[in-house]
């Protein structure tokens, strides 16, 4: 797909986020809808689980302190957040940032799926064990943070991909626990290996 086509498909998602148009609580209790947000040509969309309250105030995935270090480990293998697209499993805020619950989650997959088949990245980044949880109900996070995984999902009627994802540990995990970060750290090093080998496979 073109990129002009793609960008176009994202900004239609965007809108229908904007417009809250998803029939939860959330989708009218939040002060703003946060949609995804980055390149149309990224290879690399990184999924985390649901915005926060400086997400929730800007109507931007991952500016608050979470954000902050997850810029540090894109910068930590040379990208800028405009150089990937970052989203949540869920878009509005969860009151007091509770977790999502399951209805929650299902009532926003259709818009995640939309997102992936608009970008159709060569990588998708879990951050944390909720978004991870969602593709891979069985992974703890703790085992399987760092090693790529694959599975075929359903985009779409017919549309089935092969995509390839990483589960890393949420940075909030992270923020104030020295061995996580470097852990994160280490895993986030991997991706660019791990996209080279992608691309290698598909050419
Ligand atoms: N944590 C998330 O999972 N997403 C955000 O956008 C911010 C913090």
Do not use: W
């Amino acid at each position: 797909m073109k990129q002009d086509k793609r960008q176009a498909k994202l900004d239609s998602i965007a809108s229908v986020i904007a417009n809250r148009a998803i029939d939860i609580e959330l989708a009218k209790s939040c002060l703003n809808p946060v949609p995804g947000e980055g390149s149309a040509s990224a290879e690399l969309m990184i999924i985390g689980e649901a915005p926060g309250a400086k997400e929730d105030q800007l109507g931007r995935p991952f500016v608050g302190a979470s954000g902050k270090f997850l810029d540090a480990m894109l910068a930590s293998i040379g990208l800028e957040r405009q150089d990937v697209f970052i989203t949540n499993i869920v878009k509005f805020r969860p009151p007091k940032n509770r977790d999502p619950s399951a209805a929650e989650i299902k009532a926003c997959m259709h818009i995640l799926y939309q997102e992936i088949d608009a970008l159709r990245p060569k990588l998708i980044v879990f951050l944390g064990r909720h978004a991870a949880n969602v593709f891979f109900p069985n992974l703890t996070i703790g085992e399987a943070h760092g090693e790529p995984l694959m599975q075929v999902i359903e985009l779409g009627p017919k549309v089935r991909v092969k995509q390839t994802f990483l589960p890393l540990y949420h940075p909030a995990a992270a923020l104030y626990n020295g061995s996580m970060r470097k852990t994160l750290f280490d895993d986030f090093a991997k991706i660019p290996q791990i996209l080279a080998i992608i691309n290698k496979v598909k050419l």
